[in-house]
């Protein structure tokens, strides 16, 4: 086995969404990264296909949820079966109230040329197949067509999923269960229409969940609690039995562009990270696809990891700021593990108890309308909320909290908060115009881009301190008044820009 030792400080491994977008944020950080994939194409195939409002916001923040939504088809709506309740994602106070349906292939498409563009070297066909730690130092084994040889960098992450080699390597576990039945996906046309573009049908045998991909496909994700595993590839015969048998009817489906079975798991990670290694996205958590998360969960991983790698590589903080990252990101992970969990067996239950709480709870949480606004909050992410922070500043319940597109009116035009995030610092929003009140090497290399001026339009509680900071991946680091700005913001900084 031969060695090299290349110029890379971080080396990711995998080359799914959540690895590209890893990569995009670093490289935009100044970051030397490289990522090998052992596949030898990007995915072809849906696979997972549904983009939800924060995931959507994060990727205007990089200027990419425009060309997202050109290739997308938006579905604002979605129904379930059980008393025709409907959950209303428009509601939501965000510019993407829907759940953006785009194939997993065309989303890895964008990612990885924002991050081949910002000079990162995706190299597919390479298999990271061990990894060890050496002091300060990473020491991959890659294989490429019987080649294998030894490549070194400062960091490695593990986006390499559920199956993790470098989760492996870490020796962290993957504690979890499998559920007692499979899911059969099946990318088809439909011979007989559906009146929703997103329906969840509900009945004794199981569920199926309908996704209209705006082309004249469907995406049929089908439970049959009755139906036993099996090895063979799924045809179209099976589907359309399936769905005869869940729907009540023929829906005469044809020309089907990809069809897969798996087994569904709940599993987490018992720790994200082991010196300089580290997992994101499904490596270090997988979960019931009900409510489709897991990219979501992947893309938002990179998000809050990326900055911070960023800030400890480039040596403006201290690798503790690293922890936040588990902190942070492993309550997420487990509290959509545990809902979906939930969901899952109640929905696909037969027993009596379950199938009158199902649509009890689906009927309470689609109308009534405070509980529809938390339902489709946290099954979008807008409702995500980092309260390890609030303990770290506790100047406002708004820290540790998403800061919506807010529009800041200064001495030239409105200026939008996604747009000013965008060179992957920091922001400040100040009303006044008086002295800075953050460190002049904060603001002198980049880092953080301030802002003066007033937030405009009824923003709720955003109207109401004169001073907010907040974070590249657009949460609040801090906000307050600017009387106690000086002290507080101080504090906050040294956690969170430079340590």
């Keep these: 086995m031969s060695t090299k030792t290349v110029a890379y400080d971080v080396i990711i491994a995998g080359a799914g969404p959540t690895g590209l977008m890893l990569a995009g944020e670093l490289a935009m950080a100044g970051v030397r990264c490289r990522v090998v994939e052992r596949r030898e194409d990007r995915t072809r195939e849906s696979r997972a296909l549904g983009l939800h409002g924060r995931t959507m916001e994060v990727l205007n923040m990089r200027g990419l949820a425009e060309e997202v939504l050109a290739r997308a088809n938006p579905i604002p709506q979605v129904r379930v079966s059980l008393g025709h309740s409907l959950f209303d994602m428009s509601r939501l106070a965000t510019d993407y109230g829907q759940l953006t349906i785009i194939p997993q292939g065309e989303t890895e498409e964008i990612l990885e040329k924002r991050a081949t563009d910002l000079g990162v070297a995706v190299d597919r066909g390479v298999a990271l197949t061990g990894c060890r730690q050496n002091g300060p130092v990473v020491h991959c084994t890659l294989e490429q067509n019987g080649k294998v040889w030894e490549e070194s960098a400062s960091w490695l992450v593990g986006c390499d999923g559920s199956r993790s080699r470098v989760r ?9 269960a499998t559920y007692p039945y499979t899911i059969i996906v099946a990318d ?3 011979g007989t229409p559906l009146d929703d573009q997103l329906l969840i049908r509900v009945g004794r045998a199981g569920l199926v969940v309908a996704t209209d991909f705006g082309n004249g496909w469907y995406r049929m994700g089908v439970i049959d609690r009755d139906k036993p595993w099996s090895d063979e590839p799924v045809t179209l015969d099976e589907v359309e039995r399936t769905l ?7 829906m005469r489906p044809s020309e089907p562009l990809w069809t897969s079975r798996f087994h569904i798991q709940e599993r987490q990670a018992s720790f994200y990270r082991q010196g300089r290694m580290l997992i994101a996205g499904d490596a270090a958590h997988v979960h019931s696809p009900l409510g489709g998360q897991g990219l979501n969960l992947g893309i938002q991983d990179a998000m809050n990891l990326g900055w911070k790698l960023g800030a400890v590589v480039g040596g403006r903080a201290s690798d503790d700021l690293l922890d936040t990252f588990e902190l942070e990101r492993r309550r997420v992970s487990q509290g959509v593990i545990k809902v979906t969990d939930i969901a899952t067996r109640m929905m696909t239950s037969d027993r009596l108890p379950a199938r009158i709480a199902r649509r009890t709870v689906m009927s309470v949480a689609s109308r009534i309308p405070a509980t529809h606004r938390t339902a489709v909050g946290h099954l979008s992410g807008i409702a995500t909320r980092y309260p390890t922070m609030a303990s770290a500043v506790g100047a406002s319940p708004l820290t540790g909290t998403r800061v919506p597109d807010l529009r800041v009116a200064g001495h030239g035009a409105p200026v939008r908060i996604h747009e000013a995030l965008r060179h992957g610092g920091f922001v400040l929003i100040d009303r006044e115009d008086g002295a800075p009140l953050l460190p002049a090497v904060a603001e002198g290399d980049g880092r953080l881009v301030r802002i003066g001026g007033r937030i405009v339009a009824d923003s709720g509680p955003w ?7 907040i974070r590249p991946d657009g949460y609040c680091a801090w906000a307050g008044p600017r009387a106690r700005a000086r002290q507080e913001l101080a504090l906050a900084c040294r956690r969170w820009v430079q340590s």
């Design 168 to 176: 492996e390597a870490m020796g962290a576990e993957f504690t979890g």
């Design 188 to 190: 088809v046309r439909l």
């Design 244 to 250: 005869a048998k869940l729907f009540g009817r023929n």
């Design 463 to 469: 109207n109401k301190p004169e001073v907010v900071l």
